[in-house]
């Protein structure tokens, strides 16, 4: 019967007090660091950079796109331009370009779909 209270205080404290976790000695987190270092150095290496990224930049300079484009930059400018202005924080309605963005990125997505998979392999 002791034996069976001892268990069920061991469980009991077992579930209410927190485990706690040793610490790493300073050698092994620089062992850590130096091994993340190497591999973002071998990452860069590859030079293999995202073909999205490079298929955006591409789209956004096509004809079809360059008034989504200008159209966006000219409300960051407008939204920037009232950011500045003193009574800002008192203004009712704040100007985002949230949809501005919104229809550029989807354009963009559409010229990129068709291209971006011929080039995965």
Do not use: W
């Amino acid at each position: 019967m002791l034996a069976t209270l001892a268990e069920a205080l061991e469980e009991l404290k077992e579930a209410f007090v927190p485990t706690v976790a040793k610490a790493e000695t300073e050698e092994e987190e620089e062992e850590e660091e130096e091994e993340e270092e190497e591999d973002e150095d071998e990452d860069e290496e590859e030079g293999s950079a995202d073909p999205l990224d490079k298929l955006r930049d591409e789209c956004a300079t096509l004809p079809a796109i360059k008034p989504y484009v200008h159209h966006y930059a000219e409300c960051v400018e407008r939204v920037t331009k009232a950011q500045e202005s003193d009574d800002y924080d008192q203004l009712e309605y704040k100007e985002d370009c949230v949809e501005e963005f919104f229809h550029l990125q989807h354009h963009i997505n559409d010229c990129v779909q068709p291209r971006l998979f011929a080039k995965l392999k």
